[in-house]
């Protein structure tokens, strides 16, 4: 028998052109990256990658909310930031009881109204598929973060999101086995049915980064489907 040959996503041209629509690359606002150092050395190593945009998604939940930090931080980067990726500020809001304060505020999205949300991975939210209905009734379009890692889901679940035209977005660590086998599984599984919409790094630190993306690898089929994301 012949087995195909996998080939290693570093190896390729994916990230040419790439938008990453989901990380914590903002310094000193969550759990991300805490120096502006950090900041730029990130973006300084996706600039050599290919990377041409990044939406900043910085945690907005009942422990992150400080608009006045998030804004400042940013305005600092971009004052910083000399190189070629365009920068842009959204969020990552978890569907906590704190959600209905934030939609009330306004949410921060990325174009066309879509809004990155995300759940507890092993519970869901209370109220999770209400507020989902809640945000597509205010005009909004749910971006479902990481669904691979959601594992109270099964797969009629993802259906029944796809069905109510939620998006999903998925991490891309998820396919290196970084959160396991199981998460690696639903991946390869969303990816393979062509549920995914948008791609993100959910970057947290780069030298987590840095050693498991080179980890990924993936046949023709799966690399066809993640290119066409």
């Known amino acids: 028998m012949f087995f195909e040959r996998k080939k290693r996503l570093t190896d ?4 040419d ?3 990453d629509y989901h990380c914590h690359i903002l310094f000193g ?3 991300g990256l805490k120096e502006l150092s950090e900041s730029l050395k990130t973006l300084s190593y996706y600039e050599s ?5 990044v939406y900043l998604t910085p945690h907005v939940n009942l422990t992150y909310n400080d608009w006045n930090i998030i804004e400042t931080n940013l305005s600092t980067l971009k004052n910083r930031y000399k190189g070629t990726i365009e920068l ?10 704190g959600f209905v304060v934030q939609i009330k505020q306004g949410l921060r999205c990325m174009e066309n109204n879509r809004v990155l949300v995300e759940s507890s991975y092993f519970n869901k939210s209370t109220g999770f598929d209400e507020t989902l209905f809640l945000i597509a009734n205010e005009g909004y379009t749910p971006i479902i973060a990481h669904p ?3 594992l109270f889901m099964n797969r009629d679940n993802y259906q029944e999101l796809k069905n109510c035209d939620y998006l999903f977005q998925l991490n891309l660590l998820s396919l290196s086995g970084i959160y396991g086998s199981q998460v690696k ?3 390869l599984y969303l990816l393979e049915k062509n549920m995914y919409d948008l791609i993100g790094s959910d970057m947290h630190d780069l030298d987590i980064f840095k050693d ?3 980890e990924i690898k993936l046949s023709k089929k799966q690399f066809q489907n993640l290119m066409s994301i």
Not at 49 to 53: M, N, R, S, T
Not at 89 to 97: G, M, N
């Open 17 to 19: 052109g790439f938008t």
């Open 148 to 150: 691979e890692r959601y």
């Open 12 to 15: 390729s041209a994916f990230f």
């Open 88 to 97: 842009q500020l959204a969020a990552e809001y978890l569907l906590d009881s």
């Open 185 to 187: 599984h639903r991946a």
């Open 29 to 31: 606002v969550d759990d």
């Open 212 to 214: 498991h993306i080179r």
């Open 49 to 53: 990658l290919g990377v041409k945009k």
